[in-house]
């Protein structure tokens, strides 16, 4: 349900924007929300909805995706994160809390990297650090390489089994209602997507990352193996990590386990982590 939410379409340089925000009222900073691949951002109300609802929070269509314009060339993460940091000016806002899922969780850690006075906080959700990383079947996999899942719902109900897992598993009909809620804006834009992510790794930054970091895994995840997800929490220095009982999409289908541990975590007073340079950087400087 899209029951509060403030729903505007913007225009940067050109490119139209379907964003949504749910206004709040609490001290916290805005959570801005990155989404997964050919996700719109219906697909994140459930979650939204479980996280406490003085909590302010920013969705947005990417590129070629929902209800957003589709380019007529392709972005990498950099440019993405610039076109975000854009937005939240285009919308009034300073300082964020970020939430990336999936795809979106690359997305994340490129703004969190080029970005860090905008974000105070880092929660990463069924992610990768990219290029390097231990990829899930290739059956799995082949089936993500298609955006065929958004342009033809039963598809995406047939497959959801198998790239999903967890309870999508044990529950047919969570794949109907997630397929309900999809709304495709055609193949280019999740092509795009593809794009931005080709031979991008962030395993060589990572522990560039200051912000105190959450990282959110499922046990049972056929897309992110688990091993990825600790790579990032041994990687980022100030991160922390909980696994879930469920699969790649247990930010919905464990809404109300996971947004208590998310609130907690944004409530908590967390230092950012102190980035020591090298000896070798220490050395030039003398």
Known sequence: MSQ???F???ELNGQFLRTAVRPGKSNLPPLLVFNGIGANLELIFSFVNALDPDLEVIAFDVPGVGGSS???LPSRFSGLATLASRMLDYLDYGQVNVIGVSWGGALAQQFARDYPERCKKLILAATSAGAVMV??????LLKMASPRRYVQPSYGVEIAPDIYGGAFRRDPDLAQAHASK????GKLGYYWQLFAGIG???VHWLHKIKQPTLILAGDDDPIIPLINMRLLAWRIPNAELHVIDDGHLFLITRA???????MRFLMEEKQPAVIRPSLG???AKR
Do not use: E
């Open 4 to 6: 509060g939410f403030v």
């Open 8 to 10: 505007r379409t913007i």
């Open 70 to 72: 589709t380019p007529m």
């Open 135 to 140: 990829p899930g079947r290739p059956k799995v």
């Open 182 to 185: 999809v709304r495709s804006s």
């Open 200 to 202: 991008w790794t962030s």
């Open 256 to 262: 109300d386990a996971v947004a208590p541990l998310i």
């Open 281 to 283: 950087n220490t050395l």
